[in-house]
């Protein structure tokens, strides 16, 4: 870390006490990616990280999501959860055709936290490290206008730029029908610049060889080009933090 970045962080952190809160247990790494999402300004990534702070007490007071607590949507079996890619991230799998727009919008927001507090913590090494990031795939094989979700798609990307920062690496969506292109155009009004230069819509051979060099053979399903298989999200078991 150079000296810029070093002050930058002192000055987020005494943002962040005027602001009223503290960084008290988040560690430098945590604190660089709300710095970076606003452009390495410490004011404006202080005010970023209070808010996160105060959306993430209200919001999962438990600090995690439980299953039983979203079992509606996990039953359709529409998320997978693979290995980690080549750089160490782990991969998460959205069948589209098997998702359908939710009528509890307050369920569908806890589901979004679910599958990205779980994915995320896939990747854990003993302990949280604060940078670690997800790589998805959306995948819309077989899916009819019964299955389009602009809504859902908007509120799980809303999220990761409001309360994940810096946590997506990289977001392929795959066998995407014609129809959908305009929903895509109106989904990618409500993106960050940062966040749509993520996104891979793979179309041809070539994006097809990036997708699984990115990823790699092992963490990807056989039906993308890999060698592993489909596990849903549900069926993984994460291993305890060490303190």
Not at 33 to 42: G, M, T
Not at 98 to 117: A, I, M, N, Y
Not at 158 to 173: D, G, T, W
């Amino acid at each position: 870390m150079d000296q810029n970045q070093e002050l930058a962080l002192a000055q987020m952190r005494e943002s962040v006490q005027k602001l009223g809160s503290s960084t008290e247990g988040y560690g430098d790494e945590t604190l660089m990616r709300f710095l970076k999402a606003r452009s390495k300004d410490p004011i404006k990534g202080a005010k970023m990280f209070v808010e996160w702070r105060k959306w993430r007490d209200e919001f999962v007071p438990q600090n995690c999501i439980l299953d039983c607590e979203v079992e509606d949507e996990l039953s359709a079996e529409k998320i997978y959860l693979q290995g980690l890619s080549r750089k160490g991230f782990p991969v998460m799998i959205v069948k589209g055709n098997k998702h359908f727009p939710s009528k509890d919008q307050l369920q569908f927001k806890k589901f979004v936290v679910h599958l990205l507090d779980k994915t995320i913590a896939s990747s854990f090494q003993g302990k949280e490290i604060g940078n670690e990031k997800l790589i998805g795939i959306l995948d819309l094989q077989q899916l009819s206008y019964k299955n389009v979700d602009a809504r859902g798609l908007i509120t799980g990307f809303q999220f990761l730029q409001s309360y994940y920062p810096e946590r997506l690496a990289k977001c392929y969506i795959v066998h995407m029908p014609g129809f959908f292109v305009r929903v895509w155009r109106l989904v990618s009004r409500f993106l960050d610049k940062a966040t749509i230069e993520k996104v891979v819509i793979v179309t041809n051979e070539e994006e097809q060889k990036e997708l699984v060099r990115d990823i790699g053979e092992e963490a990807l399903p056989e039906i993308y080009g890999g060698k592993a298989k489909l596990v849903p999200i549900q069926d993984v078991e994460l291993k305890p933090l060490n303190d």
